[in-house]
């Protein structure tokens, strides 16, 4: 971290998909007839900051909101409520002058490299696309840029004439990283960037993210549910359940001492290389539903230590120490003698 200021900050996002049907089922409903509008809730209340020269790593199990959360920082998704502070200016509503050069600076790179890659273009065109439209590199120097761009994420310049078909899972992927990287970006958004890929390419594109980490200015969001890769490429982790923070903290803090019965949960069912023989340990229940999520607590159908005031009331995020936080009702003495 080389600031104390954040580069990125999210302030109460929330974010709603709101089911519409046909015609005719908005006309029953204006009569007040028939089912209800469903609105699903997937991120609800999220304060989070990035600082200029961090990873920072955002876990929790599938439909937790992570990928929703991805797509608002680099502008994809617009919030339904809350603020997006990209060096201090709020960029949801901005200008669309400004707005441009914002979204400019927060990329992304997807899960899938192949279905982010046009067929029928040739890799080092894709590239170098997005330099060249907003005047970051000339035509006289395409092909010069386009091989430095390459050969920094560890892809040979003669393979740009290829087309996405021709290369491997791995090689995609960084062509990805590497269309990311050539518009010069302040942060990157990393989403599940190495589920799709075989355990040896997987380690190859953490190497290369590790290499890209030695630049102090670089600055990433890494979201995954690989809680071995997150502590592997992280220097702060958020879990998230179901659209709220449950916890945040320094990754070997966390992975040495979770608090929140969630991470512990996480961590328990992360597979390790252990000789000795123990029980592979799930999390009870199964995840509700987003469309009508539990009162108070949303984790509370499925903690071993839920208490009654869990079923009542939200518990709000509290700090156990520094950059340590933590959304539990356990951490609250009152609340237990309340229980």
Same mark, same amino acid.
């Given at each position: 971290?080389?600031?104390?200021? #954040?580069?990125?900050?999210? @302030?109460?996002?929330?974010?709603?998909? &709101?089911?519409?049907? =046909?015609?005719?089922?908005?006309?029953?409903?204006?009569?007040?007839?028939?089912?209800?509008?469903?609105?699903?809730?997937?991120?609800?209340?999220?304060?989070?900051?990035?600082?200029?020269?961090?990873?920072?790593?955002?876990?929790?199990?599938?439909?937790?909101?992570?990928?929703?959360?991805?797509?608002?920082?680099?502008?994809?998704?617009?919030?339904?409520?809350?603020?997006?502070?990209?060096?201090?200016?709020?960029?949801?509503?901005?200008?669309?002058?400004?707005?441009?050069? $914002?979204?400019?600076?927060?990329?992304?790179?997807?899960?899938?490299?192949?279905?982010?890659?046009?067929?029928?273009?040739?890799?080092?065109?894709?590239?170098?696309?997005?330099?060249?439209?907003?005047?970051?590199?000339?035509?006289?120097?395409?092909?010069?840029? &386009?091989?430095?761009?390459?050969?920094?994420? =560890?892809?040979? #310049?003669?393979?740009?004439?290829?087309?996405?078909?021709?290369?491997?899972?791995? !090689?995609?992927?960084?062509?990805?990283?590497?269309?990311?990287?050539?518009?010069?970006?302040?942060?990157?958004?990393?989403?599940?960037?190495?589920?799709?890929?075989?355990?040896?390419?997987?380690?190859?594109?953490?190497?290369?993210?590790?290499?890209?980490?030695?630049? &102090?200015?670089? &600055?990433?969001?890494?979201?995954?549910?690989?809680?071995?890769?997150?502590?592997?490429?992280?220097?702060?982790?958020?879990?998230?359940?179901? =659209? !709220?923070?449950?916890?945040?903290? +320094?990754?070997?803090?966390?992975? !040495?001492?979770?608090?929140? +019965?969630?991470?512990?949960?996480?961590?328990?069912?992360?597979?390790?290389?252990?000789?000795?023989?123990?029980?592979?340990?799930?999390?009870?229940?199964?995840?509700?539903? +987003?469309?009508?999520?539990?009162?108070?607590?949303?984790?509370?159908?499925?903690?071993?230590?839920?208490?009654?005031?869990? @079923?009542? $009331?939200?518990?709000?995020?509290?700090?156990?120490? @520094?950059?340590?936080?933590?959304?539990?009702?356990?951490?609250?003495? $009152?609340?237990?003698?309340?229980?």
């Amino acid at each position: 971290m080389t600031s104390d200021i #954040p580069l990125l900050e999210l @302030k109460d996002i929330s974010r709603r998909f &709101t089911r519409y049907d =046909g015609f005719f089922h908005r006309l029953a409903r204006a009569a007040h007839v028939g089912q209800p509008v469903e609105n699903l809730v997937a991120l609800s209340g999220i304060n989070l900051s990035v600082f200029k020269g961090e990873t920072v790593g955002i876990v929790g199990e599938s439909g937790c909101g992570k990928t929703t959360l991805g797509r608002i920082v680099v502008q994809l998704l617009n919030p339904s409520s809350g603020k997006v502070l990209f060096q201090g200016k709020n960029i949801v509503g901005m200008p669309e002058a400004e707005a441009r050069q $914002a979204r400019l600076k927060l990329q992304m790179v997807f899960q899938n490299p192949h279905a982010t890659l046009n067929p029928r273009r040739r890799i080092g065109d894709t590239i170098i696309e997005g330099a060249l439209a907003h005047g970051l590199v000339s035509r006289k120097d395409t092909q010069e840029a &386009t091989a430095a761009a390459m050969m920094r994420v =560890g892809l040979q #310049p003669d393979l740009a004439n290829r087309f996405p078909h021709a290369l491997s899972g791995g !090689q995609r992927q960084r062509v990805g990283i590497a269309r990311a990287l050539a518009v010069e970006p302040e942060c990157v958004v990393f989403d599940e960037a190495v589920a799709a890929l075989d355990v040896s390419i997987q380690a190859q594109i953490l190497n290369l993210l590790v290499n890209l980490r030695k630049d &102090t200015s670089f &600055t990433s969001v890494f979201i995954s549910h690989d809680l071995n890769v997150v502590r592997y490429i992280s220097d702060r982790v958020v879990i998230l359940y179901l =659209g !709220q923070v449950v916890e945040v903290a +320094p990754t070997r803090r966390l992975f !040495q001492r979770p608090h929140h +019965p969630y991470s512990r949960a996480l961590l328990a069912e992360a597979p390790k290389l252990d000789p000795r023989k123990r029980e592979f340990q799930t999390i009870k229940g199964e995840l509700p539903s +987003p469309l009508n999520p539990p009162a108070g607590c949303q984790f509370h159908p499925r903690c071993p230590l839920a208490m009654d005031i869990c @079923k009542r $009331a939200a518990p709000p995020i509290r700090s156990l120490d @520094k950059d340590h936080l933590v959304a539990c009702h356990l951490d609250d003495g $009152a609340a237990q003698e309340a229980a």
